[in-house]
């Protein structure tokens, strides 16, 4: 199994960048996908960014521009750079990983770290 500890959370003024942290337990390189959620009070979970073993990346519409997901494969961790912050950026923001063996899909959550975007 694969352990994800989110880091880098925060205060942030709106306009400003924040970069978030994802250390995995295990080598990245046998993740089939990584990603980015987040989930507000009373809402569901949404995808934010995603990136698989080959570098293909997905952006939710409402971050394109502005957020840029990546990974470093030697530290066993994943990023998501942020940029140009705004208020409804502000939430909980959870590490995911997919592993795939055979037809099954397991699926990891790290512990969430809040994002807090106001002056």
């Known amino acids: 199994q694969v352990q994800l500890v989110e880091s880098g959370g925060g205060l942030v003024q709106p306009g400003g960048s924040q970069r978030l942290s994802c250390a995995a337990s295990k080598s990245i390189t046998s993740i089939y996908s990584m990603g980015w959620y987040r989930q507000a009070p009373g809402k569901q979970r949404d995808l934010v960014a995603t990136i698989t073993s080959d570098d293909t990346t997905n952006y939710a519409d409402s971050v394109k521009g502005r957020l840029t997901i990546s990974r470093d494969n030697a530290k066993n961790t994943m990023y998501l750079q942020m940029n140009s912050l705004k208020p409804e950026d502000t939430t909980v923001y959870y590490c995911?990983?997919?592993?795939?063996?055979?037809?099954?899909?397991?699926?990891?959550w790290g512990q969430g770290t809040q994002v807090t975007v106001s002056s």
């Open positions: 995911n990983a997919e592993v795939l063996l055979g037809s099954i899909n397991y699926i990891y």
